[in-house]
């Protein structure tokens, strides 16, 4: 039996398609009841769990032979580290009680560093969290995800330019897709085999790398709008991200992370792990989430 947590999502719904694909038993779990329909549809045994209480949690992951693990962040509570260290703690217990032979966990590019990085040490204290299992442990560090240019798509959109915290405009920087991130990680699951390492790390980037001009140019031949990448300044990154919904508790995290990411701190670790690509361009990506005109 294969369970995932985070089922609903994009990355947990691609997982489910490659083991479904397989014949594999999948119990899914979210804590949001109106959103088991498609996974019922699909074939997964349902579990409504909250990811934060490990009581409840904990029958969820009885019987597991897998467990796929996704720590989402919290932008809108009004303490985002807090809420996740409380996942990470409930999800942690509820691992130790069912003890499952395999988790694979979702971590973050730069999960290697233990402060300075946002967002980002709260995927440090996830693995390290995880290491002190018994189970044998994948952590599959994922880039940044592609569809998060949709926090800023509207006003790109609506004023031609696209706000960047990514500096310069020209540096390539990694991004994934979060259904191949699930893909990927499906990929892992199926074909692990006990009594390797007891601990292994593989990260997961797109089919190449990008420039924020690169984002402006693919949104651009999506909408028909010519729309030019800015690198935003660094003293209006916390109105644009509360703008775009964030909460403060959030937002200090988010402006940390892109400090590492411009200082070139977050990357795949040197001399750690295989980098697998997913196959998803950019503009494909994009596409379901802009007005397309071709």
């Avoid at 719904?13 to 329909?37: C, F, N, P």
Wanted: charged residues 20%; proline residues 6%.
């Amino acid at each position: 039996m294969f369970v995932i947590l985070g089922a609903a999502g994009k990355v947990g719904r691609a997982t489910i398609e490659i083991l479904r694909g397989t014949g594999r038993s999948v119990r899914a779990v979210t804590r949001d009841r109106s959103k088991a329909a498609p996974l019922e549809a699909a074939g997964c045994e349902i579990a409504i769990a909250d990811l934060r209480d490990a009581s409840s949690l904990a029958p969820a992951l009885a019987g597991a032979s897998a467990v796929q693990v996704i720590c989402p962040t919290a932008p809108q509570a009004a303490d985002a580290r807090a809420e996740m260290e409380q996942a990470i703690t409930a999800i942690g217990l509820a691992l130790a009680a069912a003890r499952p032979p395999l988790v694979l966990a979702i971590s973050d590019y730069g999960a290697e560093l233990s402060a300075g990085t946002g967002i980002t040490t709260l995927f440090h204290a996830l693995e390290k969290r995880l290491q002190r299992l018994p189970s044998e442990t994948i952590f599959l560090r994922s880039a940044e995800h592609m569809e998060n240019w949709q926090r800023v798509a509207a006003i790109a959109m609506a004023t031609g330019v696209l706000p960047s915290l990514h500096h310069p405009l020209t540096k390539l920087f990694p991004t994934i897709s979060a259904p191949d991130l699930g893909r990927i990680a499906g990929g892992l699951l199926l074909s692990h085999r006990s009594g390797g390492p007891a601990s292994r790390i593989v990260h997961a980037e797109g089919p190449r790398r990008y420039t924020p001009q690169d984002v402006a140019a693919a949104m651009t031949a999506l909408s028909g709008r010519d729309i030019v990448a800015h690198a935003l300044e660094r003293e209006k990154w916390e109105a644009a991200l509360a703008a775009a919904g964030l909460r403060p508790s959030a937002i200090g995290l988010v402006t940390e992370l892109y400090d590492a990411h411009n200082a070139g701190r977050i990357d795949a670790e040197a001399g750690a792990g295989e980098i697998r690509h997913g196959t998803t361009e950019l503009v494909d990506a994009l596409r379901p989430l802009l007005p397309v005109t071709v």
